[in-house]
């Protein structure tokens, strides 16, 4: 698996950051649909890390955050359809740039 440098890790929040800007400026509703996303990966992740089993923790993270994914624009797409293209476009980004690998505990060898 390739391993992302800083620079590439400072690309993708500027891309973030720029997608969660134009959004919120169309839509100040933008805000907290995009923040409840990221936090709940965040939480999917954090619990997935607690399965020890890699198989069931690959599983596990990606049915959960792609179902999130949609979840999430079915929601944004219900309330505030004007900001669609902006919130697919970040939780796509979101979830492809962030590795779950990440968050696993670092198992020491015996």
């Keep these: ?4 440098n800083l620079k590439s890790y400072l690309i ?3 891309i973030y950051l720029l997608i969660l800007v134009s959004g919120a400026i169309a839509n100040p509703l933008f805000l907290p649909i995009a923040l409840f996303h990221t936090a709940s990966i ?6 997935g890390s607690k399965i020890q089993d ?3 923790n690959v599983g596990y993270i ?3 955050k792609w179902t999130l994914f949609i979840i999430s624009l079915v929601i944004t797409g219900i309330f505030a359809p004007d900001i669609f293209l902006y919130a697919m476009t970040l939780f796509i980004l979101f979830n492809v740039s962030i590795n779950p690998a990440n968050f696993m505990p670092n198992k020491k060898s015996v």
Excluded at 42 to 47: A, G, T
Aim: glycine residues 0%.
């Design 54 to 56: 890699m198989a069931l």
């Design 62 to 64: 990606w049915l959960s």
């Design 42 to 47: 965040s939480f999917i992740y954090y619990f």
């Design 12 to 14: 993708i929040a500027f």
């Design 1 to 4: 698996m390739k391993k992302f």
